[in-house]
């Protein structure tokens, strides 16, 4: 080798810190690693909300492919227990947007959000399986339901073979 | 043995009223998080779900729900539209008064009450650091600042005597809470524990604790800044004794600041000291005052 100069050099991804996401690919310097771009485009395609929604986030990685959102920015990486929320679940085949994510988002999503009636939602609350009609995409929805006079996110629905499977984690799961 | 809660009898208006609400229990209160929600909507989800509470007078975003009630369990407690929260204790974020876009600090954090109305406040903008030592409660911070939707927080665990900036670029923060750990005298209506098991040797141990996380809590505060200093107890060796301390040996001065409830100004003489003239502007809350729990919080400006 004679050439140190061969652009940015690939690391490891070091998952017991906060990293923040590159931009770009151009600016990626850990194998794998998705990008802001990437990460803000999903959301925004999938649930069509408005671009400017993220604008002011920075977007970390810490742990494989665990991305969390923060509306603020500090020094990557960052060496704390907690920065912004968890946002998005990527480095698999299917990204999987978070219960909290959804949640603070998900309200004005107009694509990819399917509404439960009163039992449904209830039983979707509970973790359990629902069989609401839909006739969009499959794959990773929001659950939602009206209430006071709004439409309000649940949580994260996997709508596979006509049947919807909450993703509510254990700790979030309720008996109303 | 006599009630601990006595030596305060000579500080009080009326210490039989005063007595009688701390035996009392507390009702349930929620506090709307803002986040995520309104009041006007926080209410009508209540309304539609037959959820009984009334409003507290004082402060629109407190609801105090009805004896049976349990927060835990309803649909805008799912949604991260409140937050269990006795009323007393949303004094300090008003105090602090922190705006959108500012950098904040609340130096011992968890379970995360305050920081989650410290965020509400700043309209989920700007940099808010929660911090704590103790992991179990760093994991309840973190699943309560998640549920209400919090976006801005950082989350670290340090011991706030030693609090390192190091992290912030070394930059030092607006506003900082100092919602100190404390004997808790005034949650004796929810504990009655905080009482029973009470000692002067664990109310001067803990005051030397409350001193060096005030101490170094004004050091990472920008000159000019903002410090708000509050506890759950009534002790003056945990309130006015930490400020004496404070305006000793630190860059800092008490402020008057205005509470939408009723409250006693801070003392000026205990046992055989006396205390500087500024600490009337501290605020003494008792339970009978306003039929909550009991409260103290001190405003201090840095630098000035």
Known sequence: MTDGDEGAPIEENEGSRFDRLPATADERTVEGRPTRAAVVDWWVERFDLDPETFESYTFWEKGAGKVWAFADDIESPADVEGLGMTFLRARQEHWKPTTDAVQRFGREADRNVVVLEDEEARAFLRGEDTDPEWGGDWGYLIAAHEIASGIEPIGVGLYLYGELRSQMPKGRQREL | ?304
């Not at chain 2, 009688?20 to 009702?27: E, I, K």
């Not at chain 2, 300090?92 to 995360?112: F, H, S, T």
Request: hydrophobic share 35%; aromatic share 8%; proline share 6%.
């Open chain 2, 1 to 304: 043995m006599e009630d601990p809660l006595s030596r305060y009898d000579s500080l009080v208006d009326d210490p039989a009223a005063f007595h009688a609400a701390c035996d009392r229990p507390l009702p349930s209160v929620v506090r709307v998080n803002e986040i995520k929600a309104t009041p006007r909507r926080v209410r009508q989800a209540f309304e539609e779900t037959g959820v009984e509470f009334e409003p507290v007078e004082w402060h629109d975003g407190l609801l105090r729900l009805g004896d049976d009630e349990s927060p835990g369990n309803s649909w805008p407690f799912v949604h991260g539209w409140v937050y269990g929260q006795e009323e007393v204790s949303a004094v300090p974020a008003l105090a602090l008064d922190p705006v959108p876009g500012e950098r904040v600090l609340d130096c011992c954090a968890a379970p995360g009450s305050k920081t989650t109305q410290l965020a509400a406040r700043m309209d989920d903008r700007g940099l808010l650091v929660g911090n704590d030592n103790n992991l179990g409660r760093l994991s309840a911070l973190r699943s309560n600042a998640e549920r209400c939707g919090v976006s801005n927080l950082v989350v670290t665990r340090q011991d706030a005597r030693n609090f390192s900036l190091k992290p912030f670029s070394g930059e030092r923060f607006d506003r900082t809470l100092v919602d100190a750990p404390c004997s808790c005298e005034g949650t004796v209506r929810k504990n009655p524990d905080a009482v029973e098991s009470w000692s002067l040797d664990h109310v001067e141990g803990i005051a030397g604790v409350q001193k060096g996380v005030l101490g170094r809590s004004i050091e990472v505060t920008r000159s000019g800044g903002t410090v708000v200093y509050s506890t759950c107890t009534f002790a003056p060796e945990e309130n006015e004794s930490v400020l004496q301390h404070a305006i000793e040996n630190y860059d800092c001065r008490l402020v008057e600041f205005d509470l939408p409830l009723r409250s006693d100004p801070g003392i000026t003489e205990w046992a055989d000291g006396t205390f500087d003239e500024s600490m009337r502007r501290a605020k003494r809350i008792y339970p009978h005052q306003n039929d909550t729990g009991g409260f103290f919080c001190a405003k201090l400006e840095v630098g000035a």
